[in-house]
């Protein structure tokens, strides 16, 4: 069993907090116990932090040795890929193709952001009179960055990556049930701190129950800035936590994302995609294809095809190279699902396949759910409005263009969408209709970090990604510098 210390200001160490037990959900065995960070905690690593933050060492060090330390933590992610993909399949019950993407992609992430911090640039404005105007960015000073349990490396990465190449230190809380691989990743970032003689104290990562150290976190007066991925209730409490304090925030939040099958779609490709888009990561993924939209001339054709190649899907544990659907990432999140079937059938679904934990021994003991199809609902259910985060998708036909961009933009969220067409104008056409931060044409579920990404409505504030994602985690400033000789105006009284 592995047992973990916590990084509390730069010291590795037992958390003062409650034991939490974290499992493998493919066997329900503890792999590991790490005592949670406590209050205390908290409050010495925000306050080593903020001394980290303003250190001469860090805060004056140019750009492009902040950059050479972000790729030496990228070298550490690469090295150790193996053993970062394995820790979290183990901790997250994901298939083992997935996570050794999501480490690749951490370093991919690192690696980007020092080009991007690189080659980042201040601006000299037009100046009005006799002065060099500047707009310059400076760091904000300790950043708040709470992860959820997903796709842990890839959300630390994508919020250390930034934080710390805009010259700010990081308190990290990942989630309760997956805190193994931010720990992971929190010892390579300390021991390329350590290489470089850089303050360590710039990162902390403090396991612990959200609506304790996830809030002390949030509402601690050394914090200026807060970063979170997560749910849209949690998101929302953040968002009035920063409004007292007045300051940013950045929400990534939940989703149903419609996939819409128009009649001219390849339905080959389109077949592919929909399952691709809801049932990859047993559907825990906030931009989970969740809302299946057909158009009516094609339904019947293609929602039967659909649970016939779903019913066939391999369900199992993400250690077997041949998963494609692996146990999701704990008992009680299984059970949440499963109880958002229980109340689809009392809505009035159709359980067009799945619907149950699969039988047989050697699911037994794992967080398992078979891949799910349900229709014969309308888009006012419940379980087509809200977030289920696991495998089951909900059928729907649509009329004409019209009725899909109503039922489609018909959701509280707005994170993404997905478009099967062959007709290139009416790709467009609906891409532009449609409310959501991403939209995919002829594909789903792609993921670069050099495109923008970010929510509509009640998906989020702000966007992650893309070349300016430094900007996010760094204050403006304008300067004025006076060039002329002669005096201002008073200076003759
Ligand atoms: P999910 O719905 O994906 O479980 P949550 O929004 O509950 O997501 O959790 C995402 C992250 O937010 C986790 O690290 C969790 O511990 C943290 N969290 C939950 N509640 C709070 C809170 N009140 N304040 C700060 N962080 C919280």
């Known amino acids: 069993m592995l047992a973990d210390e916590v990084l509390v200001a730069g010291q590795w160490r037992q958390g003062r907090g409650a034991p939490i037990k974290t499992i493998d959900p493919a066997t329900g065995q503890v792999i590991a116990t790490v005592h949670a960070a406590s209050l205390d905690d908290v409050e010495e690593a925000v306050t080593a932090a903020a001394h980290a933050a303003h250190d001469p060492a860090w805060r004056e060090l140019p750009a492009h040795l902040r950059a050479r330390l972000l790729h030496r933590i990228a070298d550490f992610v690469e090295r150790d890929a193996d053993r ?21 992609s951490a370093a991919g992430t690192f690696r980007y952001t020092a080009a991007a911090l690189e080659t980042a640039e201040d601006a000299i404005t037009p100046s009005r009179g006799p002065y060099v105007t500047m707009s310059v960015h400076e760091p904000i000073g300790v950043v708040g960055a709470i ?5 842990p490396i890839a959300s630390d990465a994508q919020k250390l990556a930034p934080a710390l190449a805009a010259g700010n230190a990081v308190v990290l809380k990942p989630a309760e049930w997956t805190p193994l691989v931010a720990l992971a990743l929190g010892r390579l970032v300390h021991q390329a701190l350590t290489e470089a003689a850089l303050p360590t104290a710039l990162l902390s990562v403090l396991p612990g129950r959200g609506s304790v150290i996830g809030d002390a976190i949030v509402r601690h007066p050394a914090v200026g800035k807060i970063t979170f991925t997560g749910g849209t209730n949690t998101g929302r409490t953040l968002a009035h936590a920063a409004a007292d304090k007045l300051i940013p925030v950045s929400l990534e939040l939940g989703g149903k994302s419609p996939t819409i099958v128009f009649d001219d779609a390849d339905l080959e490709q389109a077949l592919a995609g ?28 293609f929602v ?52 149950a934990a699969p039988e047989g021994d050697s699911y037994r003991d794992g967080a398992y759910y078979l891949p799910t199809v349900l229709d014969g609902l309308p888009n006012s259910a419940r379980v087509c409005q809200e977030e289920i985060f696991g495998p089951v998708l909900v059928a729907l036909p649509f009329d ?61 504030i702000g966007t992650e990604k893309g070349r300016d994602l430094i900007r996010g985690y760094q204050r403006q400033k304008s300067l004025y510098w006076g060039t002329g000789t002669a005096p201002l105006p008073w200076a003759a009284n």
């Open 84 to 104: 970062l993909s394995a820790l979290q399949t183990a901790d997250t019950g994901k298939c083992r193709t997935e996570t050794r993407a999501l480490v690749l």
């Open 400 to 460: 004409d263009e019209d009725d899909l961009v109503a039922q489609a933009n018909d959701s509280v969220y707005g994170l993404a969408c997905g478009l099967w067409t062959r007709d290139h104008a009416k790709a467009w056409r609906v891409a532009r209709r449609i409310d959501a931060g991403t939209v995919w044409i002829n594909t789903y579920k792609q993921f670069s970090i050099s495109t923008p990404f970010g929510g509509l409505k009640d998906s989020g």
């Open 304 to 355: 039967g095809e659909l649970v016939a190649r779903t019913e066939k899907l391999r369900v199992g544990p993400g250690t077997d190279p041949d998963t494609q659907v692996a146990p999701l990432v704990h008992h009680k999140h299984r059970d949440s699902v499963a109880a958002y079937v229980d109340l689809a059938r009392e809505e009035g679904a159709t359980v067009r396949c799945g619907g």
């Open 274 to 301: 929909v399952m691709y888009g809801v049932f990859s990561s047993s559907g825990q993924s906030c931009i989970a294809g969740s809302r299946l939209f057909v158009a009516r001339s094609r339904y019947e054709e």
């Open 147 to 151: 992860t959820p349990w997903n796709s």
